[in-house]
Every structure is written in structure tokens, then in C-alpha cells.
């Protein structure tokens, strides 16, 4: 079974540029994250999509930020315009529906590296 | 009060000694506590995971000790590897969704 896949692995952009990250979620897994760490410092949730739709997005840092999730499957991340402080490590999730009995483990991408310069 | 607080920052073992990281947490609704591993240009990877109506859970060497009252757990690894030397993040969430990670404890096993 195929994992969580992100591309790009890398992005070198300048700041004010518009940068696309994409996340392929293990195949039937309807709980999609996406997460950031930053500097070294803790990995911090950004949202959560159920199927298509947006369950949670407390973690988004402001408008710039924007993910979409069409059909269910895929997901994007863009960030527009982006600004120094956006650089870090994205990271994607996934995991199948609470309450088939499954456990909650969520499964992690291997990461997009985002540098804005 | 959705902080989870990890210690040590690094922590460098001896091979065959155990290696001890501590989490503690704020919200006394959190009811998942994973441990995830994380490689260098991996992305983190659920090593062993509790919740909090048993105080531990064991898996080969690896065992989560769960403190409800204390708001606390921990990651003991037995007999520990040179392989096991990686980045430890604990988590903290409600029914699984959306993780609170703490910042990270940076293992080294010496061979």
C-alpha cells in the first residue's frame, strides 16, 4: 500500500511569489491534515479536511493561506503571497474515519521544505 | 491550554542504556497520546500510541508510561539502538484528530 505523498520535496521561492504544495493521501483515507514545522520548533497543526470538506481550519496563520480539497482525494496547499516567516516544513496526514473501529493513527507524508527567500 | 511540553531537548544514551523522554500536557480533554519518530528527511511515523484509561502500554522495547492525575507521560526505550537515533515528538489530541506535538527530544545512541 502506497504512503501519504507531498511534492514537491523541495521549493526555493521568493517572497512574494505563489508557491503550490500537494498532498496524496493513502487511497480511502477520508481524514486529511495538514501541518507546519517551523524552525526547529514544534509541529503545528494547520487544518483538517473530512472527505471534501474543511472540519477544522483554526490552524490556517492568515488569508494567504488557502487549501483545497476537490473530490475528496488530493489535496493543495497555496500560499499567496509568500512571505519570509512562511518558510519551514509542511507536512501531510492521513487516516481512515473515526469510528469504523480503526485506530486514529495518522499517517505522515515525507514533508515539502519550503524556503522563501 | 493546548501546549504539550517535551523534555528533554536532546538526549544522548549509550547503546544498550534506556533512553526517557517526558511529556506533559494542560487539557484534561486530550484522550490520545501517540509517540511519533521522525528520521532525518521522513516524515514522523507512529511509534506507539496510549490513551488515558491505562497508565501503560508496552511494545517490544518501547513502553508509554500515562500519569492522568500528574497530566504527564513518557517514552522508555529498552536496550536502546544505535538505530534508534532520531527525532522523538510526543502529540496530544481529541478522538485522534488534529495533534498537538511537542517540540521534539533529539536522540543520539552511542554504538
Known sequence: EAGVTQFPSHSVIEKGQTVTLRCDPISGHDNLYWYRRVMGKEIKFLLHFVKESKQDESGMPNNRFLAERTGGTYSTLKVQPAELEDSGVYFCASSQEFGRGVTDTQYFGPGTRLTVL | ?111
Not at chain 2, 29 to 56: H, N, T
Not at chain 2, 62 to 67: D, P
Open chain 2, 1 to 111: 491550554q493546548q501546549q504539550v511540553k517535551q523534555s528533554p531537548q536532546s538526549l544522548i544514551v549509550q547503546k544498550g542504556g534506556i533512553s526517557i523522554i517526558n511529556c506533559a500536557y494542560e487539557n484534561t480533554a486530550f484522550d490520545y497520546f501517540p509517540w511519533y519518530q521522525q528520521f532525518p528527511g521522513k516524515g514522523p511515523a507512529l511509534l506507539i500510541a496510549i490513551r488515558p484509561d491505562v497508565s501503560e502500554k508496552k511494545e517490544g522495547r518501547f513502553t508509554i508510561s500515562f500519569n492522568k492525575s500528574a497530566k504527564q507521560f513518557s517514552l522508555h526505550i529498552m536496550d536502546s539502538q544505535p538505530g534508534d537515533s532520531a527525532t522523538y515528538f510526543c502529540a496530544a489530541s481529541f478522538y485522534g484528530q488534529n495533534f498537538v506535538f511537542g517540540p521534539g527530544t533529539r536522540l543520539s545512541v552511542l554504538p
